[in-house]
């Protein structure tokens, strides 16, 4: 029998501990087929671009941009489904999976530039290892949080353009997009 777990809040409020508690399939079900009807139709929109959509982007570029929902790298930086790639992550970070995909995007895909797009008021921002311990215990993942916006930028800037097999020719750069305003400032050209 296929048993699935559901977390139980033990304390209202932020830092509440959980347990994790085993359920029965039947209990899951209902919002796993929720899921699946959305699925459907991402899958649906997806086969309704048909074969417009190239393999390599239109533009050459390549945007680093965090996970936030307020964050729209297609439609901040103007562009259409098939012009950029997006690589999205917590934070915008440029982590070992970040540089995997630019090395792909730069080497195979035709990628020449490449942005990284960090934001204003993110959740990734103060978020250090004791904060992670603190919610989910000792032994915590490190989450790649940072204590300053434009200090993990220019760190994330500096780690691409010193890796070797990253071959943007045309330049890599990183801004922050302000929330806020809308307002995108290039803080690394």
């Not at 307020?70 to 012009?83: C, K, N, Q, S, T």
């Not at 934070?91 to 204003?120: C, F, K, P, Y």
């Not at 990253?166 to 922050?176: E, L, M, N, Q, R």
Request: glycine share 8%.
């Amino acid at each position: 029998m296929f048993r699935a777990i559901r977390p139980v809040y033990l304390q209202p409020g932020l830092g509440a501990r959980v347990q994790r508690e085993v359920v029965a399939a039947s209990e899951v079900a209902p919002r796993i087929m929720a899921a699946m009807s959305s699925s459907a139709e991402l899958v649906r929109q997806a086969r309704d671009q048909g074969t417009t959509v190239p393999k390599k982007p239109r533009r050459r570029t390549a945007v680093v941009a965090c996970m936030d929902t307020r964050v729209d790298p297609l439609r901040i930086v103007g562009a259409d489904v098939g012009d950029i790639h997006v690589i999205r992550n917590a934070g915008a970070v440029v982590t070992d999976d970040v540089v995997r995909s630019l090395i792909a995007s730069t080497n195979w895909l035709g990628v020449e530039r490449i942005q990284i797009m960090m934001h204003t008021d993110c959740g990734a921002l103060g978020l250090t290892r004791d904060v992670a311990e603190s919610k989910l215990g000792a032994g915590a993942p490190d989450l790649a949080g940072f204590v300053s916006t434009e200090d993990e930028l220019r760190k994330g800037v500096e780690r691409l353009r010193s890796e070797a097999l990253v071959d943007a020719s045309k330049g890599i750069t990183g801004s922050i997009y302000d929330i806020a305003s809308g307002e995108v400032r290039l803080v690394v050209s």
